[in-house]
């Protein structure tokens, strides 16, 4: 079966799901995939358990980039305080630990929960365990292969981060 969409995200983690939130607040079909049954296990063990979501201190000049610009433009359009009044706006209560990080006062799992709610509400489709088997670009279009089912879209985005913490299921994809 053929399936299209505006945009595919492969990577459910915190990247995955802010990058569907936003594509999806712009009107675009989202379709975001990751092959585990349970998404966002960096952000539930990040800050142990209690999610260190931003830094207050966030700007441009504490990144490194071969293209220096585009954390300026990045912060410029998305800062911490946006994701600071996305916390406050779903009553999570946080405090400042050392040099500016914040954290949940409670669980993680009430980020991960706030993230999903903004998904659900931007309209983005989310299939777990989903192990994309290939992925071609034929003309302008990406070919995203799971099973005996096509997912196409002129946008895709890899989110799958890194081999960090293998036990939480990262791969090498």
């Given at each position: ?54 830094n207050i201190h966030a700007q441009p000049k504490n990144f490194i980039s071969q293209n220096p610009n585009f954390s300026?433009?990045?912060?410029n359009q998305y800062t911490q305080h946006d994701f600071i009044e996305l916390i406050e706006k779903y009553n999570i ?81």
């Amino acid at each position: 079966m053929i399936h299209k969409y505006d945009v595919i995200i492969v990577g459910a983690g915190a990247a995955g799901m802010m990058c569907a939130i936003e594509s999806g607040k712009r009107g675009k079909s989202v379709l975001l995939v990751d092959h585990s049954a349970k998404i966002g296990e960096k952000i539930r063990i990040s800050g142990g358990g209690r999610c260190n979501f931003t830094n207050i201190h966030a700007q441009p000049k504490n990144f490194i980039s071969q293209n220096p610009n585009f954390s300026i433009s990045a912060l410029n359009q998305y800062t911490q305080h946006d994701f600071i009044e996305l916390i406050e706006k779903y009553n999570i209560a946080y405090h400042e630990k050392t040099l500016g990080q914040l954290f949940c006062d409670q669980k993680s799992q009430l980020v991960i929960d706030m993230l999903l709610s903004e998904c659900n509400q931007a309209n983005v489709l989310i299939k777990k365990s989903f192990k994309v088997e290939s992925i071609e670009k034929i003309d302008n279009e990406y070919i995203v292969i799971n099973d005996n089912d096509k997912y196409i879209s002129k946008s895709l985005v890899i989110a799958t981060g890194g081999l960090s913490i293998p036990k939480i299921g990262a791969t090498d994809f």
